[in-house]
């Protein structure tokens, strides 16, 4: 079972494996198979959920609240986290001329009754700014989140893919601090952990979620130097330690991090998050994390 861990000092507690849903739409369940899945990673413990409004072309938040509605009870069992801010070009939306980011007040209070209606629920857990946006204004998105708290529909709020100064910036003006910073970590991209982000999130005793674990399947695919070269010390560790599959290796690699990331699974079927929540069960040493960090940077520590 799936421990929960309590991410930032004033809540909320989350699992310590999230289930991603931004692939949903490619999934091709029927609503039934949708609430199966759901039902099966709650039952793992993975009871926390990822969303953003515009994953699968902003169906995919509908496509999961068609599955909740089925069996409404389920609400009670997870936490859910969508975000924002994020402005696609779309058929849904003629009117774009290229994509964009909007953080005004108006455009998140649209955007949290569009998740809610899209999801069946009557609040969030935790609502991220999805990236970070050179024309925000930190006072009017502060105010923003605290009228969203004051009338119920959000519970938390955090940030995505923020440097620390963006960070730092907006949560000087909240009452209710962030709860985390959703960020890209894994063995091909982990400057988060020498760019001060990780850094600012110990500090403060909040811990990341983590996307791109498994970098978009180009530890894999690719055949690259560097690819090859992590692919073949993952390998190396995995017999190690007895792991079943690299991707083990490599959730394993990211929650050594003292900052305690979250790993997001990105996968639909239920065999890859029971192995993925495996890798609970292995703790590498700091000669095998840093193995892996020389193999990413092709050359050793300084």
Same mark, same amino acid.
């Given at each position: ?25 490619? #999934? ?22 990822? *969303? ?47 994509? *964009? ?54 519970? *938390? ?36 952990? *020498? ?57 394993? #690699? ?34 095998? #994390? ?13």
């Amino acid at each position: 079972m799936v421990p929960t861990t309590t991410i930032a000092p004033q809540g909320p507690e989350f699992s310590r494996f999230v289930q991603g849903y931004w692939r949903l739409a490619d #999934w091709g369940l029927t609503p039934q198979q949708r609430l199966t899945f759901l039902k099966q990673h709650v039952d793992l413990g993975v009871t926390t959920v990822d *969303h953003a409004d515009i994953y699968g072309n902003y169906e995919c938040e509908a496509l999961f609240g068609e599955a909740l509605k089925l069996d409404p009870s389920m609400r009670e069992q997870i936490q859910i986290v969508t975000k924002c801010d994020i402005k696609l070009c779309s058929d849904k939306f003629p009117e774009r001329k290229i994509n *964009h980011y909007d953080t005004s007040a108006a455009y998140i209070y649209e955007s949290v009754n569009n998740a809610l209606q899209r999801l069946n629920v009557e609040q969030l857990d935790v609502l991220l700014i999805h990236r970070p946006d050179v024309l925000m204004d930190a006072d009017e998105v502060a105010e923003a989140f605290q009228e969203l708290y004051k009338i119920g529909k959000v519970k *938390h709020f955090g940030v995505s893919n923020f440097s620390s100064a963006q960070f730092s910036l907006l949560q000087s003006r909240l009452s209710k601090p962030l709860v985390t910073n959703q960020v890209e970590i894994n063995p091909l991209n982990f400057e988060v952990a *020498h760019d001060g982000t990780l850094d600012l999130l110990q500090q403060m005793s909040i811990q990341p979620m983590a996307w791109s674990c498994l970098a978009g399947g180009r530890l894999f695919s690719n055949n690259d130097e560097q690819a090859k070269r992590v692919r073949a010390e993952l390998d190396a560790i995995r017999e190690e330690i007895g792991a079943q599959s690299i991707d083990q290796v490599i959730f394993a #690699w990211i929650m050594r991090l003292p900052s305690k990331p979250l790993p997001i699974i990105g996968s639909g079927k239920i065999e890859r998050v029971e192995a993925a929540v495996q890798s609970l069960d292995f703790t590498l040493t700091r000669e095998q #994390w840093y193995r892996v960090w020389v193999a990413s940077k092709g050359y050793n520590v300084p």
